[in-house]
């Protein structure tokens, strides 16, 4: 088997769906897969934190065991969350904020596919919040899209600025509020965070 | 605490370059040349070629070539004669070196006036007596380095033996095998050991682990191995950008930075940590952690 030559599925890479750029504009979306995790609480808690780790570690071990079986390659995409309240009046208290933090999957990872890679997780002792994750199809359609630079808590300006452009094009605001996170927060200065916002509208 | 200074790493560096040029008839192997000035051998060729601004085997090619140039002018010996002392086998090869070093053929060269030699970062040529000082560079100087204490680190690896630029297929194997077993849970670091440089060792024979860490439960088989990084206090700067740049970043960090801070490299190779996934990565965010081992500061009696 020749692997050099095998073009190595990436969803995100060349994908319009992640070309955004700081200047809100209409993208359309079709239906994706995603392995997802769903909580409440602070995005710098240990909740948060552990979804993440569980994410990566299901993600990368379907990947893996796929591969190994001959059945093809693919890249592990960006991590992203959708945040349900975070469009309307999401409240001060970060503790009680609702998330799905997720990573995009191709069509064919199927839920033997992740029950598998959970087993073999718990089994190594790394099955931490592994069996909270689940296999999730969302469609958001048309949707209102901008590359935000800076640090999280200074979104509110660029999500104003969608806002503005969605009532310009007589559309509103019509689904969970959604993140996709550009860089690693852990080794990126704030200032200099990309992360791409996306707001599912309908007319009206 | 007893330091060591830039000016103590200038003298030890003059040791070697004088070494080198009274040496030039010898071989003068890397192990040689850092034992000179007590160098560690597996951080040598970086620090020379940061300190000095060419890779070790260039400078000596590039001195032999100088040595021939005088003789050619201040000599009658023939051509092939000089040739040979500066190692090389026929006349062919050293005209092919001579004319790239100095525009023109040997024969031409000696007819001709006032040549001079092409500019050198160090500012160090062939002369008699050898030279006692040499420009130092200092872009590394101002790095991002942080120093920091490890605990040794169980990690199961695989050995790539050849190109640098094809460790890739290790890694493919590594985390293939590894992931599938669940090794990949729980955020394992993943670390590249390089225990040759690629400047200086031919492409065929360099050694390279790709590494990831596991705990004490993890057992080798077949191809993939155990093995302990050690503990310790290591200098760690990161590098943003393609894994090719890596050399110069090495260099700068292991020549420039170092000399100024004070410490001295421990005998254990520097490992390199890649912190994001090259696999969906673009090259110019790929970041890697670059460790290099510090040797224990020694107390004052």
């Given at each position: ?9 990436d ?6 769906e ?11 979306t079709g ?16 909740a948060?934190g ?9 993600a ?7 591969k ?11 991590l992203e969350?959708?945040?349900p ?6 409240g ?8 799905t ?15 598998k ?15 909270k994750v ?28 969608m806002?503005?452009?969605a009532?310009q ?31 599912p509208?309908?007319?009206? | ?31 040689e ?6 160098f ?10 940061g ?12 001195l032999?070539?100088e040595?021939?140039?005088?003789r ?5 010996a ?35 006036r ?11 040529h ?10 130092t560079?200092?872009r ?8 920091k204490?490890?605990k ?8 790539h ?27 394992p ?35 993939i ?6 503990g310790?206090e ?26 100024r801070?004070?410490?001295e490299l ?5 490992f ?10 673009p ?6 952690d ?5 040797r ?6």
């Open positions: 088997m020749n692997t050099e030559a095998e073009e190595k599925l969803l995100f890479k060349g994908n319009p992640y070309a955004a750029k700081p200047k809100p504009a209409l993208v359309k239906p994706a897969v995603y392995l997802a995790v769903d909580g409440v609480g602070s995005p710098d808690g240990a948060f552990e979804a993440i780790g569980a994410l990566y570690g299901t990368f071990t379907i990947k893996m065991t796929r190994f079986a001959g059945l093809g390659d693919y890249a592990v995409s960006k969350a959708l945040w309240e975070m469009n309307g009046n999401p001060a208290d970060k503790t009680q904020w609702k998330w933090v997720m990573i995009r999957t191709p069509e064919f990872v199927t839920a033997g596919d992740l029950t890679a959970a087993n073999v997780l718990s089994k190594r002792g790394k099955g931490a919040g592994v069996n689940r296999l999730m199809r969302i469609n958001e359609g048309l949707c209102v899209q901008a590359l935000h630079v800076g640090p999280y808590d200074q979104e509110c300006r660029t999500v104003a600025a806002k503005d452009f009532g094009h007589r559309l509103r605001f019509a689904g969970a509020h959604h993140e996709i996170y550009l860089s690693d927060p852990r080794r990126v200065e704030p200032a200099k965070l990309k992360t791409i916002l996306r707001e509208v309908r007319k009206g | 605490m007893k330091t060591v200074t830039l000016g103590d790493y200038k003298r030890r560096m003059l040791q070697v370059l004088v070494h080198i040029q009274q040496h030039l008839d010898e071989p003068l192997p890397l192990e040349l850092a034992g000179v000035a007590c560690s051998p597996y951080h040598f060729h970086r620090v020379f070629k300190m000095v601004g060419e890779p070790v085997k260039e400078y000596v090619r590039r032999r070539l040595r021939a140039a005088q050619l002018k201040l000599s009658p023939s051509v092939i004669d000089i040739a040979l002392d500066a190692g090389y086998e026929s006349h062919e090869a050293f005209t092919r070196s001579f004319k790239s070093a100095f525009g023109m053929a040997p024969s031409q060269f000696r007819m001709a006032g040549v001079r030699f092409a500019r050198v970062p160090s500012g160090v062939y002369c008699e007596p050898p030279s006692k000082r040499f420009r560079l200092s590394g100087g101002r790095m991002r380095v942080e120093i204490t490890l040794p680190m169980r990690v199961a690896f695989m050995r033996t050849g190109p640098y630029d094809e460790v890739g297929k290790a890694w493919d194997l590594l985390l293939t095998v590894m992931g599938k077993e669940g090794y990949l849970g729980g955020n670091m993943m670390l590249g050991i390089c225990h040759d440089d690629p400047e200086v060792t031919p492409p065929a024979m360099i050694r390279y682990d790709a590494c990831l860490t596991v705990d004490d439960g993890f057992v080798p088989s077949g191809e191995g155990v093995q302990t990084v050690a310790g290591y200098a760690v700067t990161t590098h943003t950008g393609p894994y090719n740049q890596l050399g110069k970043i090495y260099a700068e960090f292991l020549g420039q930075w170092l000399p801070s004070g410490r421990g005998n254990s190779p520097c390199e940590v890649y912190v994001n996934d090259p696999g969906s990565t090259a110019e965010e790929l970041m890697t670059i460790y290099a081992p510090l224990e500061q020694e107390a004052v009696r």
